[in-house]
């Protein structure tokens, strides 16, 4: 279960090169001869934008996911053990 009260901004490295080709693109034609190194180049200017604000890659976000979910599930299982030797130590 997701806490709403925890903002959560993912980089999708995808998007962001779709969004890097997307800008070189606009580009008069006369000035395409650049492309690969002005898609760099936006790339790398996006990247260190980014990386000024609070964000994770997706594939940071899925791992801390995961974590969390096997650590629910351990403390559900230890919840279950707690409440059985509770119930054994009443009876």
Same mark, same amino acid.
């Given at each position: ?14 998007? $962001?090169?779709? *969004? ?5 693109? $606009? ?22 934008? $980014? ?16 974590? *969390? ?5 351990k ?5 279950r053990?707690?409440?059985e *030797? ?6």
């Amino acid at each position: 279960m997701v806490d709403p009260a925890v903002d959560i901004r993912v980089i999708d490295l995808k998007a $962001l090169d779709e *969004l890097a080709r997307r800008v070189s693109e $606009l580009v008069p034609p006369g000035m395409r001869e650049a492309g690969d190194e002005l898609q760099a180049n936006v790339k790398a200017t996006l990247q260190a934008g $980014l990386a000024k604000l609070d964000l994770v890659t997706r594939e940071e976000f899925e791992v801390q996911r995961a974590v *969390l979910l096997r650590t629910r599930e351990k403390l559900d299982a230890l919840e279950r053990t707690l409440q059985e *030797l509770e119930s054994r130590q009443k009876g």
